[in-house]
């Protein structure tokens, strides 16, 4: 309640994802599931992008203050675009220290916008509503990051042919 009635969750300070990324950043176990889900997804749907890994514990007591320092020392480099943060799934114990009210102040105050991307689907913690979006799992996450090769190419091959069709159009017309 005291964090909602700051501010911290309003949709209005909410920031848009930016449509290609070129650095992203994740604040995680650098041992975990989560983070080896996260870098096949997005070598797999983008290879060119530069991840960056900010280690933090992400359960325990001391977990609070290894995320924030993480996001600290996040934000101290230049190009980032867009963070995650978060775990993969566990008990309600795992993930409590995403619940911690510095947790949430140090993920609002963050210069881009982060996803939040803790345990699973029905898992929900107060780094969630604090941050720019919520992704249900750490592999959504990725996702939500990273264009897939595909549909860019495709789309391209799309504009393409429009651009030919109506520059053949055109010529059509005026000649």
């Known amino acids: 309640k005291k964090l909602q009635s700051?501010?911290?969750?309003?949709?209005?300070?909410?920031?848009?994802?930016?449509?290609l990324p070129k650095?992203?950043?994740?604040v995680t176990?650098?041992?975990?599931?989560?983070?080896?889900?996260?870098?096949?997804?997005?070598?797999?749907?983008?290879?060119?992008?530069k991840v960056t890994v900010v280690p933090a514990v992400v359960q325990g007591d001391a977990a609070p203050s290894s995320i924030c320092k993480a996001l600290s020392l996040a934000q101290k480099l230049s190009d980032v675009d867009v963070m995650i943060v978060g775990r993969g799934?566990?008990?309600?114990?795992?993930?409590?220290?995403?619940?911690?009210?510095?947790?949430?102040?140090?993920i609002a105050a963050c210069r881009v916008p982060v996803i939040s991307a803790v345990g699973h689907e029905?898992?929900?913690t107060i780094a969630d509503f604090a941050a720019d979006l919520r992704a249900p799992t750490p592999t959504a996450a990725a996702e939500s990051v990273s264009a897939s090769r595909h549909a860019l190419l495709s789309r391209i091959a799309e504009l393409t042919k429009r651009i030919t069709r109506q520059t053949l159009r055109r010529l059509d017309t005026e000649v």
């Open 6 to 19: 700051e501010g911290l969750f309003e949709s209005a300070r909410k920031r848009a994802l930016p449509p």
């Open 23 to 26: 650095h992203v950043v994740v």
């Open 29 to 49: 176990s650098p041992t975990g599931a989560a983070i080896r889900d996260i870098l096949n997804v997005l070598h797999r749907r983008f290879r060119g992008l």
């Open 89 to 106: 799934g566990g008990s309600v114990e795992d993930m409590w220290c995403f619940n911690d009210e510095s947790v949430a102040r140090a």
């Open 122 to 124: 029905i898992d929900f």
